[in-house]
């Protein structure tokens, strides 16, 4: 069965840097656009960065762009998002997941002083 699990989740200082990733397992990784997702306490979850399977194309939330990179190995069927120039508001519950089907657990990041 299809099984994503994040981690590199914590505490950061704003300003600060995080890099998550996400195992996948039970299915051809390399076939499929992966994406992180985020949720805070109290609001929607939000599509924060795509990638398509080869790794060639990739999409951002407007709030990330050029402070956040995803990427991917599909050697070792991993899916990452390098986090930089943290903010309080990046912080969340932070979401891999496959097809708006298939959801991680989670990792918490937040950001704080």
């Known amino acids: 069965q299809v099984q994503l699990v994040e981690s590199g989740g914590g505490l950061v200082q704003p300003g600060g840097s995080l890099r998550l990733s996400c195992v996948a397992s039970?299915?051809?990784?390399?076939?499929?656009?992966m994406k992180w997702y985020r949720q805070a306490p109290g609001k929607e979850r939000e599509l924060v960065a795509s990638?398509?399977?080869?790794?060639?194309?990739?999409n951002y939330a407007d709030s990330v762009k050029g402070r956040f990179t995803i990427s991917r190995d599909n050697a070792k069927n991993t899916v990452y998002l390098q986090m930089n120039s943290l903010k309080s508001e990046d912080t969340a519950v932070y979401y891999c997941n496959r097809g708006g089907v298939y959801w991680g657990q989670g990792t918490q990041v937040t950001v704080s002083s």
């Open positions: 039970g299915f051809t990784f390399s076939r499929y656009s």
């Open positions: 990638i398509v399977g080869d790794g060639s194309i990739t």
